[in-house]
């Protein structure tokens, strides 16, 4: 028994903990849908990218006119754009050393961003990954275009995804004009900045008063997202639309299910489309999007395309020119800081504390740590050496509770021969025991609370910072996704995949060993106490039930776990058989005895309660023994 209360305290410190992990994850796991077929996959992706777009539903094929009914058509539906509604599709780049980006004279508008730096793993049903280049916008389904309120036209507008764009390239500018007719034209002008993944955007007209109904443009953008990442079912509920209003911090659309965000007329001044490690982001230079609107629609494991989102917002176009600028490229924290505006929250390190403690401490120290060691899974290592030791004190405070309750081993023993199996009466006894000896039975149980900000936060931490991605680390060949040693023919429950991740497997033995430890250390008699028993199963049952949720989680947050738990380990045979002397602790508590004790306060109140809790049962005993 000599350190059974106290291992109690730190087992139930350690179950909530898991508990609160667990039903913390169940909340951060996407929804299950169910499988589609292929015509339903395709029913839902015309559904869904329609009444987004707002493209009108595909009509009768026409009947073949006369050239002057034609022309009269053309221009009835484009106005003075009628000459640019005709041509031929081209494609045009411009590239730097990060970036090559191709354009399409048809709508002016990117068609693919192909990063040379990074590329996208996929798994084959063997289990072998393969590697592609990252391509963002690269999808045919995406639209890129604004409605020009143009007069005497059918419809009021004309969509410029419509129109054939002249390019001139210029170093690297490319200009985009679509002609109006008597020298009037509508601009798109990109320059791709060297070194960088930003490009400076113009839009602008010339002689246009005349031809729009209004000064203001609405832009549309459906972008249909590429599967980039090993798990795919995680890059989905990191993948979303974010935005920032011009007052306001930076939100966005949710992750997990269809959702809209509309914003009416509140001032946005940037918004992003985001995959769970690269986005693209619009920012607007000297004004305000109004009237915009966010939409996530989600899609299965079954669709070709990871997600499909949405945004629409209106441009104010008073002065004939609106500049914005482009981002296209990885989420590094340092670059997406540089903007000013904010744009580094689309990284999703967590909202809240966990969050801060993400961006401002953990990051921080890993970029500094990296740029030392180089070795991503080295520098998981250190950084969870330093939590550790940063957290020693609370460890030693711990296991310091342990040890002081493990020493009161002879006086529980009398109050148990004393009591025998009167449960209610041993624990009114034993509280009064720890009162008087000054032990606080909790000791165990803080420590562990308080690190919980710190687990919670790198939680969050390993699966978003893109320097893990696809860094190796012994079998693990992507730290921000699950290591696999083991393709299995079936899939695991409870979200687990088909696969067995080997840091996962180490995490819960290391574990159950760590528990085995504790629990060898008990009073063998109060082994057979059912509620000992009862603990002892979910000791070892939580471990073995969290293995099924870690499996599918990056191998960096599991890599972080291990080293942890040996590092734990360590640290407690070292604090037990080197820094406490237990009959320097037998000498504190005898002082401790001999004082003169405070009135009031929690433990008397509980000790308090106790004790009417064990008067009514003893009352109620008697009543039945009458009774009878």
């Given at each position: 028994m000599e350190e059974r209360q106290s291992n109690i305290s730190t087992f139930i410190g350690i179950g909530l903990i898991f508990l609160l992990l667990f039903l913390w994850m169940r909340t951060s796991q996407p929804p299950q849908q169910p499988e589609q077929t292929a015509t339903e996959q395709s029913a839902q992706q015309q559904t869904q990218t329609t009444p987004a777009a707002n493209v009108p539903a595909q009509q009768a094929p026409a009947p073949v006119l006369g050239d002057s009914a034609s022309q009269a058509m053309t221009n009835a539906k484009f106005g003075a754009f009628a000459a640019a509604s005709t041509g031929k599709e081209q494609s045009t780049t411009l590239e730097n050393e990060l970036v090559k980006v191709t354009f399409s004279n048809k709508g002016g508008r990117i068609q693919e961003v192909l990063l040379k730096k990074f590329e996208k793993i996929s798994v084959d049903t063997s289990g072998k990954e393969i590697k592609n280049p990252v391509r963002l916008l690269e999808d045919n389904k995406n639209r890129f275009e604004y409605e020009l309120p143009v007069n005497n036209t059918a419809s009021g507008k004309v969509l410029t995804s419509d129109l054939y764009f002249t390019p001139i390239v210029n170093g690297n500018t490319i200009s985009f004009r679509a002609d109006a007719g008597q020298g009037r034209y509508f601009e798109q002008r990109y320059t791709l900045r060297p070194n960088d993944y930003t490009i400076d955007y113009q839009v602008t007209g010339n002689g246009l008063q005349s031809v729009l109904s209004q000064q203001q443009l609405r832009f549309n953008w459906i972008n249909h997202l590429d599967k980039l990442e090993k798990n795919q079912t995680y890059e989905r509920t990191m993948s979303s639309v974010y935005y920032k209003k011009t007052d306001a911090s930076s939100d966005y659309c949710d992750c997990r299910k269809n959702d809209t965000d509309n914003l009416g007329q509140e001032p946005v001044q940037w918004f992003a489309h985001s995959n769970q490690f690269f986005n693209t982001a619009v920012v607007a230079s000297g004004f305000s999007f109004r009237d915009f609107i966010g939409e996530t629609m989600m899609l299965t494991d079954a669709d070709p395309d990871l997600k499909i989102l949405h945004a629409a917002a209106t441009v104010p176009f008073e002065s004939g020119m609106a500049s914005m600028t482009i981002y296209s490229g990885p989420n590094e924290f340092e670059r997406l800081r540089a903007f000013g505006v904010q744009l580094e929250d689309i990284i999703p390190f967590g909202a809240s504390v966990f969050g801060a403690i993400n961006r401002w401490v953990i990051h921080?120290?890993?970029?500094?740590?990296?740029?030392?060691?180089?070795?991503?899974?080295?520098?998981?290592?250190?950084?969870?050496?330093?939590?550790?030791?940063?957290?020693?004190?609370?460890?030693?405070?711990?296991?310091?509770?342990?040890?002081?309750?493990?020493?009161?081993?002879?006086?529980?023993?009398?109050?148990?021969k004393k009591h025998g199996d009167d449960q209610q009466a041993m624990s009114v006894e034993t509280m009064k025991l720890y009162s008087t000896y000054g032990v606080n039975p909790l000791g165990g149980c803080l420590p562990v609370f308080l690190q919980m900000p710190i687990w919670f936060a790198l939680y969050r931490f390993f699966p978003a910072a893109i320097e893990f991605r696809q860094q190796s680390f012994l079998w693990a060949t992507d730290l921000s996704s699950y290591d696999s040693i083991m393709q299995l023919p079936f899939q695991l429950p409870f979200g687990a995949g088909n696969h067995l991740s080997l840091f996962t497997i180490i995490w819960v033995v290391t574990t159950l060993w760590y528990t085995w430890y504790s629990m060898k250390q008990m009073d063998a008699s109060n082994m057979q106490n059912e509620q000992m028993k009862v603990m002892q199963y979910m000791q070892y049952a939580m471990p073995v039930m969290f293995m099924f949720f870690f499996n599918s989680f990056a191998s960096g947050l599991t890599l972080y776990l291990c080293f942890s738990n040996i590092l734990n380990i360590g640290q407690t045979v070292f604090t037990k058989k080197f820094l406490i002397d237990n009959d320097k602790i037998l000498a504190e508590l005898e002082a401790k005895k001999n004082q003169p004790k405070k009135t009031g306060g929690f433990r008397e109140r509980l000790e308090n309660a106790m004790k009417e809790q064990q008067r009514i049962q003893e009352e109620r005993a008697k009543q039945q023994g009458k009774k009878k």
């Open positions: 921080p120290i890993f970029d500094i740590l990296q740029s030392i060691i180089g070795i991503p899974g080295i520098v998981i290592l250190i950084l969870t050496l330093l939590v550790k030791l940063l957290l020693y004190p609370l460890t030693y405070r711990m296991v310091l509770s342990q040890s002081k309750m493990a020493a009161l081993k002879p006086q529980l023993e009398g109050l148990k």
